[in-house]
């Protein structure tokens, strides 16, 4: 069975600029760390989702040919590094669309909750927004939330990594005297 690692996309692959929309390819910016630890977790069996709100996408205001180009190029350097994604999927629902396909709702992966063949003990979101850890709460699964200096955060790319390749053991040892 193989775990699937869920993956906010700006702010969590990309850094998120300043105007929350990466429309132009001067914006592309890796996020600290997050090429090693996506290899190191390809290389323990993740496979990896993109899992990305882009209010508005498609509309007057943020144009398809806009996201289209930057988000091609940041593929084609992850793929460059040896990490490939399984599956791109985008919400361009505004907010107050209420969406079922907009984070944290689950509309946009439920084939893969139809997919026998996934770990899902093992599988885990990383985003930096707190929809990012209720979309982990509404499938179940680990949500770990990068840190970031626009919306906190308590985790940095190695430490998901090790905490989810090395899969570290833990044990509380309680004395009564």
């Known amino acids: 069975m193989t775990p699937i690692l869920f993956l906010d996309r700006d702010g969590t692959l990309i850094e998120e600029p300043s105007d929350f929309q990466i429309d132009a390819y001067e914006k592309i ?19 990896f989702v993109i899992v990305s709100n882009q209010d508005g996408l498609g509309s007057e205001s943020y144009p398809r040919a806009l996201f289209d180009g930057p988000n091609n190029l940041m593929l084609q350097v992850f ?5 490939v994604f399984r599956d791109v999927l985008v919400d361009c629902s505004w907010p107050s669309d209420n969406a079922p396909t907009r984070k944290p709702a ?17 599988s885990a979101m ?17 949500g770990f939330k990068l840190r970031s ?3 906190g955060g308590d985790w940095d790319w190695p430490g998901i990594a090790h905490e989810l390749a090395d899969a570290p053991r833990r044990a509380v040892v309680e004395r009564n005297t």
Not at 79 to 83: A, D, K, L, P, R
């Open 29 to 47: 910016r890796f996020v600290k760390d997050v090429v090693p630890a996506l290899l190191k977790l390809r290389d323990t069996g993740y496979q």
């Open 79 to 83: 793929e460059s590094q040896g990490i």
């Open 106 to 122: 689950i509309g946009l992966v439920v084939p893969y909750l139809q997919d026998r063949g996934i770990d899902w003990s093992r």
């Open 126 to 142: 990383v985003g930096d927004r707190d929809t990012d850890i209720a979309f982990a709460d509404n499938l179940r699964i680990r």
């Open 149 to 151: 200096a626009q919306f």
